[in-house]
């Protein structure tokens, strides 16, 4: 005799007797309803003076989110985080003063309250999504004061020229030239005049966690100031170097655009030995909680890398780090207060050691707000620039 299996605890059917509905197929269907596990209330909403400031953060990735958020947490304003698509329910749950929004089209149905805006992306770029650069357009427009922040450590209109005689922003081989020009009203920066310092150095320590020993390997490959060949060089002189240790473990990190199918980084990746492990939830190893390459620095034993914003992770951290060395970043590595860096087997054999990049300042959350304060309003011809993108 065989025993009934249990039933499952997935929802069940609706059934129904009636057969004056014209979508009864539908109904005895089994039930896809989705639900999120919190709930909203209502109240009486109390009259608010028009001259409340409200400032709208325009994100459009990971890492500009997270910065988005810990400047709002710090902001004596409210704020709104905008990111066309992306899933802000765990944002919602950790971070309690900001409120978000995925919809270009729930944007405009509250613009009208927006009094300022802030970007990371002040320039005019045509890599971006349609939504963020008709969103800066109508801001233009309306003459909204925009507020530009970096959304890295070495960037075009800031603190990086190259010497490019092709100007493409798409390239990975290509450059910029000199810096790009802002559309902002107001362009603050990590370090140095104007600064409101790195919005991930709030003299957080990371919480104690039990980790395996590692190794960890950022790059970002990708960058035009990497040839074809300083990339085949750093891949071949890291994976040697961790075939020669076989008893470490190196974890992988790349940037997120390195595991695009078109990339050089893409193409490696299958040749990384046993011991060097990609990091991510959906690749060889993942820690509960340690969600990005910042994140996995705070507790690695130390750090090989190119020159990225991750170097500020490592200082921060107080970590010991490789920096792999071209023609391309020998000026950038040289303007650091003091860096270790490599180019051969040799020279990444040894010991790794702290890095000082002069480049590293405090967050400062009331100094920020001044700033919001008193940015002046957009010049709404620029929006024309946006157009021709």
């Known amino acids: 005799m065989k025993k009934k299996k249990p039933q499952s605890l997935q929802a069940q059917p609706l059934n129904s007797t009636r057969n004056s509905y014209p979508n009864q197929a539908v109904l005895e269907k089994q039930s896809t309803i989705a639900a999120k596990w919190h709930s909203v209330s209502g109240s009486i909403a109390d009259s608010q003076p028009d001259y409340l400031t409200t400032v709208l953060y325009i994100a459009t990735n990971a890492s500009q989110i997270e910065m988005a958020c810990l400047m709002s947490e710090g902001s004596r304003y409210k704020s709104i985080i905008y990111s066309e698509g992306?899933?802000?329910?765990?944002?919602?749950?950790?971070?309690?003063k900001a409120s978000f929004c995925s919809s270009i089209k729930n944007i405009a149905a509250i613009f009208k309250k927006i009094t300022r805006i802030v970007t990371y992306i002040g320039q005019v770029n045509p890599n971006i999504k349609k939504e963020y650069r008709a969103l800066l357009s109508s801001a233009l427009s309306l003459s909204i004061p925009i507020i530009e922040l970096p959304h890295g450590l070495l960037q075009s209109g800031y603190n990086l020229d190259d010497d490019s005689?092709?100007?493409?922003?798409?390239?990975?081989?290509?450059?910029?030239?000199?810096s790009l020009p802002s559309i902002a009203s107001l362009r603050l920066k990590w370090y140095?005049?104007?600064?409101?310092?790195?919005?991930?150095?709030?003299?957080?320590?990371?919480?104690?966690?039990?980790?395996?020993?590692?190794?960890?390997?950022?790059?970002?490959?990708?960058?035009?100031l990497y040839s074809v060949e300083d990339k085949r060089n750093f891949f071949n002189i890291v994976w040697r170097f961790a075939e020669s240790n076989p008893e470490k473990l190196f974890i992988w990190s790349p940037h997120p655009a390195e595991t695009n199918q078109h990339t050089y980084s893409y193409?490696?990746?299958?040749?990384?030995?046993?011991?060097?492990?990609?990091?991510?939830?959906?690749?060889?190893?993942?820690?509960?909680?340690i969600e990005n390459t910042n994140d996995l620095i705070a507790y690695c034993e130390e750090g090989i890398s190119t020159v990225s914003t991750c170097l500020l992770e490592y200082e921060i951290h107080e970590k010991n780090?490789?920096?792999?060395s071209t023609e391309g970043v020998k000026?950038?590595?040289d303007h650091f207060d003091s860096a270790l860096v490599f180019t051969t087997d040799a020279e990444i054999s040894v010991p790794?050691?702290?890095?000082?990049?002069?480049?590293?300042?405090?967050?400062?959350?009331?100094?920020?707000?001044?700033?919001?304060?008193?940015?002046?309003?957009?010049?709404?011809?620029?929006s024309a620039y946006l157009e021709i993108a």
Request: hydrophobic residues 35%; contains cysteine.
């Open 86 to 96: 992306f899933d802000f329910f765990e944002c919602s749950q950790k971070f309690k």
């Open 165 to 178: 005689k092709i100007i493409d922003l798409s390239s990975y081989y290509d450059g910029i030239g000199e």
């Open 192 to 224: 140095g005049d104007s600064s409101v310092g790195y919005p991930r150095h709030l003299n957080a320590k990371p919480a104690e966690r039990s980790l395996p020993a590692y190794t960890v390997i950022t790059t970002n490959t990708n960058w035009f």
């Open 267 to 289: 193409s490696v990746a299958a040749l990384r030995p046993a011991n060097v492990l990609m990091y991510g939830l959906k690749q060889d190893i993942y820690f509960d909680g």
């Open 321 to 324: 780090v490789k920096i792999f």
């Open 331 to 333: 000026k950038l590595i």
């Open 352 to 382: 790794g050691e702290r890095l000082t990049t002069g480049m590293l300042e405090e967050y400062n959350a009331e100094k920020f707000d001044d700033y919001l304060a008193c940015a002046p309003n957009s010049d709404p011809r620029n």
